[in-house]
């Protein structure tokens, strides 16, 4: 082994270690939960009839998932301090893993919108097809002409 192995794989440092795996565990679980709440007002927005709505919705989406996140965490660690101070006068400091968690809740809630937008389309174009399976089976809800192509009933 390494001379400097014990030295450096002690308890102490395992413990650390530990630690840091427990709170991006934490941090996982937590962006996942509060992004899916806010995949779930984005994706209502994007479903409006409204148009402003609708374009606040992509907006967010495409802002969200077409910058780095790294970018993100940057901005919300370093700007929003900043804007925070000269609105209110004094020197705001924000803890990091509140930094973290709402970066990572913001980004996983763009992504989070666009699965659930992409899997309401397939319902709405495909849903009656898989249901009408499903109920009544292949030959009652379809009927092919001579090219082998599907045609409505």
């Known amino acids: 082994m390494f ?7 002690t308890l102490e440092n395992l413990l650390i270690l530990l630690k840091g795996a427990l709170l991006s565990l934490g941090l996982a679980a937590g962006s996942l939960l509060i992004g899916l709440a ?7 927005l994007r479903f ?7 374009i606040i919705a992509n907006i967010y989406v495409e802002f969200f998932r077409g910058t ?6 940057m901005y919300l660690f370093t700007v929003v301090p900043i804007v925070i101070s000269l609105i209110v006068g004094h020197r705001v400091r924000i803890n990091p893993v509140i930094v973290g968690l709402i970066a990572l809740s913001l980004n996983s809630g763009a992504y989070q919108a666009e699965y659930i937008r992409g899997g309401n389309t397939w319902l709405i174009s495909y849903g009656y097809d898989a249901l009408c399976h499903l109920a009544t089976g ?16």
């Not at 409006?48 to 609708?54: A, Q, V």
């Open 38 to 44: 806010i995949a779930i007002l984005i994706a209502l």
């Open 3 to 9: 001379p400097a192995f014990s030295k450096v794989v």
């Open 138 to 153: 292949f030959q009652t809800c379809y009927s092919f002409n001579g090219w082998g192509i599907r045609d409505f009933d």
């Open 48 to 54: 409006s009839t409204k148009k402003i709505c609708h």
């Open 68 to 73: 780095p996140m790294l970018v993100q965490i």
